[in-house]
């Protein structure tokens, strides 16, 4: 199984060699990228163990939803004021989206790595880290940032560089 410790080792030497190959994958995909993607998805499961990590949850903050919002405030029996007001912040310029206050997520616990609302927590953090996507090219702004931060990102990118390399295919 490969461990949080094993990625943060392996990252110090590959960050910036996997975000050129996601550049150049972006610019000049090979055809069957899809395939690779979700091939790649499904031998990463079998090696990574979320919960023996939670560095999304303890560094990055998700993007709350108006519907996450809702459906979160109302399962603390909280109006969506207090909600945001207790434990959201809203982001400077751009969107101006609804983000955690503080890291790591208020919701995650320390102890064990698990969410506490799993059941109705973020679109965002339902969805992390994007990697059976259908079009792999529309996502790899996303895993070019997320690749740092989650070893299941890592270990799809690794898996994906070393079959088009070996293919020949960039």
Known sequence: MFTFRDFQQVMKDTKGRYRRFLSKLEKNPPRGLDKLTSRAEGEVWKEVECLSCA???????????????RRI??????????????????????????????????????EDNKCSIYEIRPVDCAGF??????????????????????????KMVEKIKGWVEQSGKI
């Not at 560095?55 to 919002?69: E, G, H, L, R, V």
């Not at 969506?80 to 208020?106: A, Y």
């Open 55 to 69: 560095n999304c949850c303890k560094t990055m903050t998700p993007t709350f939803t108006p519907a996450d919002i």
């Open 129 to 154: 880290p994007h990697l059976p996507k259908k079009k792999m090219v529309d996502y790899i702004h996303i895993h070019k940032q997320n690749i740092e931060y989650c070893p299941a990102t890592y």
């Open 73 to 110: 405030s109302a399962h603390f029996n909280m109006t969506q004021d207090e909600f945001k007001k207790k434990w959201l912040r809203q982001e400077r310029g751009g969107n101006r989206d609804w983000l955690n206050v503080k890291q790591p997520c208020q919701f995650l616990n320390l």
